[in-house]
C-alpha cells in the first residue's frame, strides 16, 4: 500500500503540482479566552482559521516556501501521517495568507 511505503520506509518525499504540505501549530488546540476560559479544540462557534508551516512545497507554488506560516480553513485540508507526524495537505488557493520574515511590509497589490 502506497500509504504504509510513506509511513514506513523514511523515504524522501516530493509535493506535486501547488500542494503544500503543512504541521499544524499546537497552540491552535486548545485555547483561553480573554476572561480565562478554556476553550476546547472541538468547540465550533464559527469558522476558525488556522495557522500551520509549511513543510513541502510542490513546483506549481508560486507564494509560500518551506519554513513558512500559513493561514488556512481546517476544511480545506487532507490529513496524512508521514515518517509517523500528523501533516494535512493543501493546495495553495486554499491559503488564506503567509507569514514569513521576506514578505515586504506592503498589500501585495501592484497596480
Known amino acids: 500500500m502506497p ?3 510513506a509511513r514506513n520506509s523514511g523515504l524522501p518525499i516530493k509535493m506535486l503540482h501547488d500542494r503544500i504540505l503543512v504541521s499544524l501549530r499546537r497552540e491552535d488546540g486548545e ?4 476572561g480565562g476560559i478554556l476553550i476546547p479544540a472541538t468547540a ?8 500551520g508551516e509549511a513543510r513541502g512545497v510542490g513546483a506549481s507554488v508560486r507564494q509560500v516556501k518551506v519554513g513558512d ?3 488556512f480553513s481546517p476544511e480545506d485540508q487532507h490529513e496524512v501521517e ?3 507526524e500528523e501533516l494535512v495537505i493543501l493546495r495553495e488557493r486554499d491559503v488564506h495568507a503567509v507569514a514569513a ?5 506592503s498589500t501585495g497589490l501592484y497596480l
Open 44 to 51: 465550533q462557534v464559527a469558522k476558525r482559521l488556522v495557522w
Open 31 to 34: 485555547r483561553r479566552s480573554t
Open 3 to 5: 500509504s504504509d511505503v
Open 101 to 105: 520574515e521576506r514578505i515586504e511590509e
Open 69 to 71: 506560516q500559513v493561514l
Open 82 to 84: 508521514v515518517h509517523g
